[in-house]
């Protein structure tokens, strides 16, 4: 065990030190003053030996220089007077004929850190800049950044910064980089170094001289260079090629972040540049170094974020391996996530169902997320494999199953009959407080459809006095509320022995609190409890959409090749894209698409108005024009639970207050419209999802397909330029709703007209009936190509009409785009 201190070994050493026998015998002298050393570093206060150690250090022997320099450079502050006896010292060796004294004196001269001594440091660092010797003025450089270091507040000389910048030219790569990052350091006020076309492509062109650590400094400094015209961008971009595929990950991770900011306005290129750098990641992620693999990791799903399908060929590179760490695996399992699809989805759940049954749990636990993620998109298969694991009967495999299941069914409602079966009897292996809380919200949720519900419940509320988690009392409150206004007369008993225990026996005052808050509720009256605790749910008949929309890469490059990657959570598969700015500006020259022009536009709308029907005054949305640019954007995202609680919200002030008061009180907007738009609902949802995306139209949740009523949400951000050059940015969301009642009036009349029930005034209903729906005859024949309308609500808020109409326009155009490329 080192020892911290001891007189008798420093007076021992100041006697060896002194001793005449000692200092001639060469060896004797450097063991000695390795002794001092050995002393140093075991924590012994030597500081007393330093006039000793600087009479040691006029000696030829170069080791025992090195060895006393240590010394000098650790007690220096300490000893600042004497340390004025070394300068002449290391003066001297400055001008040694070796060169290696040479670098020693002068990297140790800067290295004593102290104020006092600058002005003797000046003249040997200058001459040291102009030295023969490449590793003299590689130390020679980095002393001038020492030197400002110590001294922030003075004033730089201009004639060391042109000399420095004269040293860019160097013929030794290392004095080139040691150059930038002094200059870097001595103008970081004024910028840094400054990076002109000179200097950019005397860089490029000396890149492959430098080592990895000197090439990935040299690519950091030149992400501040823009390129004058679009062939000196393409110029460096082939500079450039060679290293986006470097057999070292640094270097390759510095190419990559310097090709995207340069190629941020051409993302075509940036998409190519991704697809080369695919080699070199899935190489690095193989690297025996765990910390490298887990980088790329992190990168990749960087990457995935705009290019989905970029590793989907080598999914199977990311199985995880035995001997991985668990934080590998559990990153592994987040990059498999994103790579699944209908091909190799049963391969990677049989995967992921091996690692639930891990000898780490965290590893288990994550792994069962991962299925619950992709269980989203897959509820069948994910549920029959989440239910077998409860059969396992093990504590922590149960806790996750039930957490998993509980945000199952949170964004898939159709799963909850499958997961109420699955309940019964698991309370019982159930021993952490976040599984219990999981079980109690299923319970309180769907405690109508599980029988032993009430059984269960009752087993929580007889161990609730030795019940620790906070967050379990809680959830069992409220459980057991939402289960008494189901199921009153099971419940009714517990619900009394359960308040009465919170309110008179808890010291916990949250748990008090709340206990109180539903007796005096009750005491409203069931009828305001049930308006309170049984708020309205999703629609079972609607799936979240889990193909997220491709980001823009521009959303993520300023974090590549920095730490933000590594300290980022699980991406979760809700809505998340946020693609770039799309600037919508309707006048006859421009073009959403190849297909999607503002003439059509024009000749759609007069179609639709004259075949629609509005609910509103909405004729003027059509046919108006927007006089300023349209841009729509997806950013902020808006998760699928923030819509639905805000789309909830405006519905249920629209239906108490009415749309008129309600526009005038609140910045708020209210719009139905009607459009027909042939065989639009007949389109599969990844069409549709597509299609919207392409203009930033986000589509949240669909009905499945031949599924009536169908329906589609989606929510844009607008922002339009007012008058005066400010912008004005709103939130869309709207619902696209087609019931199929002209479909079911169609076949009605043409049924009766078959059997020939149609007589007197019936006939005459029936051929009104036929000649609106476009009968004739005896056949059904739809007018406008079998044409079905499509009811459009749209929320606004903050009020914008013009945005509003612009909006509408693009909708519309999108809808009719679909509807003609089906037909």
Known sequence: MPYLGSEDTVRELRRSLS??????????YRNTILKVIRAMSQGVDVSGLFSEMVKACATVD?????????????????????????????????QDPNPMVRSLALRNMTNLRLTSLVEYVEQPLTAGLRDRAACVRRVAVLGWAKLHNLQPNSEIDAAVVNELYTLLRDPDPVVMVNCLRALEEILKEEGGVAINKPITHHLLNRLKESDVWGQCEVLKILQRYRPQSEDELFDILSLLDASLVSPHPPVMAATLSLFLGLCSGLPAVSLAALERVRGPLLAACGSVSREMRFTALCHIQLLLRSIPGLMGAHYKRFFCGYAEPAYIKQRKMQVLVELVNDENVAMLLDELKGYCTDVNTDTAQAAISAIGRIGRSYSDRCLEILTGLLGLKQEHITSAVVQTMRDLVWVCPQCSDTVCVALEGCEETLQDSQGRQALLWLLAVYGERISSAPYTLEVFIDGVRSEASLGVKMELLTTTMRLFLCRPAETQDMLGRLLHYCIEEETDMCVRDQALLYYRLLHCGIEETQKVLQGRRSDPSLGVLIGRPAESISQWACSFNTLKPLRQSTIESASRGSPEHVTFDPKPNTDLSNTLNCSQIEKLHSVSDSTSECTDSSADVLTSSVAAPLSLSLTPALSPEEFERLWLQQQVLHVEQGAEKLEKEEDYVFLVERIRCPVIVHCSPQSLQAAMQLVNIQTLAFTPLHTLPWRVYLYTHTQHAQCGGASHSTLIVGELLYTGEANQRVVVVKKCMDNGNVEGRQEEQVEEEATATGLSGRGSVRRYGEEEEVKVTLKQQPRDSKALKGFLSILTTVLHTLSSERT
């Open 19 to 28: 001793n005449p026998n000692v200092q001639s015998d060469q060896l004797r």
């Open 62 to 94: 170069i080791v025992q220089k090195k060895l006393v320099y240590v010394f000098l450079c650790s007690y220096a502050t300490l000893n600042p007077e004497l340390s004025l006896l070394v300068i002449n010292t290391l003066r001297k060796d400055c």
